[in-house]
């Protein structure tokens, strides 16, 4: 009997592992899955005509300096030209105690009309026993607040835009006849800075979220039409590149005001789901579901070259160090290396199981295998594969911060951090469910990741202390992330 048990056991751990590998297979390959596609339990996104989408986000003013108030929401309408509408939220309760969110995403709506004029909740603040998340208060406050906004802002049919709650806690429990002086509202109107602003993709949405890098705050959104994932950006001109996947389209941004500059048609391509520019941002190459690498002039549009590589590849990345471009096909169990003048294969590196992300560090490749839970070190000298590494379940993504190198661990909700040129692991953070893409705010010296799905958000992680210090929650899957700092 004990053998018979130990033995469903190591199945039972068999399957599992196998059933792993499987779904990280499936992510990485872009030939049966797109990147934005994959573990989508929110279901299709349709848009309502002649109406615009509005994001509400209640920001927490000094969250933790009054500790156990809770700010419970009865109902929320928005008041658009003269009629008020409903507005569903997903969040009916809020505790400032949680120091790591500093803004908590409240829902989502298509508004049709002219005008929001104001926003009017009905809300009772809490001050909770020491130590209880949820309990009957010792001290409440009801309030029917009914706020007229100074800047109402124009609901253009297809436009994403976000209104903001600003809550004081502090001032929440005060039996005032100025109820609205703990409760404020304003649109996002633009961004008021130009630096230290990440951008995130929200494929499902087709939304563009901008976050203040320094306040852990979304202050900002635009419509990118087409399902925008990977985001590229030129720091000096202050422009960002999305890459439409539906519409074969690179699209331009100025990140000064959020408006479009241009667009870019792919030519020929078939559902493009990966991109990178080169290191002086001249030059975009695109990977489509068919394995069809073209690279495309960003100044002209032109399309300069095209290739087909192995076996419908599925990510892409550029080796800025080298000046070499790197593809990754799980399908072959192959990494391609390429001239990215003529986009000829230059070299190849076979590997036992499917490569997903890759990153350039030095004279080094790194290469992520899902299905193997490793990540294998090539050395672009010898051309020698140095060592491979366990980190967690399902290496997806890298990014290196000055002598530290982040992988994301799509299967346990991880991230692996490994010494750069010592060829281990030195710490696992845990992170939230399905980890997929990262960028660094160098300045900030901090790590944004974006995790989950239809309650996606961006994980925030000290690169000096290598621990989650806060969270942006999006209510949507997010994508590719940028910074401009």
Known sequence: MIIKIAYLHVTFRFLKINCLALILFLVGCGSLQKFTDVDNPCGSYSAVLGAS??????NIHNPG???NVSLKFSSIEVLVDEMWIPFSTVVS????????HTQRFLGREWLKGQLCRGIRVKVAALKLPSGLASA???TSVSNDLEIMLQNPFVLEPGSRKTLFLEWDPAKSLLKSDLKETFLSAYPGLGNRISANLVYVACPDIDTVYVVRADKFQVVDA???????????VDSLKKTIFVLSESLNKIKTYDTSTNFPISEINIALANAPNSMVINNTSQVAYVLDALGVLTSVDLATGNMLNRNRIGNRPNYICYISGLGKLAVSSSIDQTVYLLNPNTLTVEDSIALGSAPLGLMGWGNYLYIAEGAANSVSIYDLSSRKILKSIHVGFGPYRFVASNNTIYVTNFGDGSI???PGGQFSVSKEIAIGKSPREMVVAEKQRLLF????????SLAIVDTTANQVVG?????????GIAVIE
Request: net charge negative.
């Open 65 to 67: 300096a009054t500790p």
């Open 449 to 456: 990741v974006g995790e989950g799905d239809c309650d996606g």
């Open 416 to 418: 692996s951090i490994m």
């Open 222 to 232: 635009f419509v990118v039409n087409g399902k925008p994932s990977y985001l590229a």
């Open 93 to 100: 309760e809020v505790n400032n105690s949680d120091t790591k």
């Open 471 to 479: 969270r942006v929650e999006l209510g949507a899957k997010p994508a």
């Open 136 to 138: 009957s208060s010792s």
């Open 53 to 58: 989408n509005v994001s509400l986000f209640l």
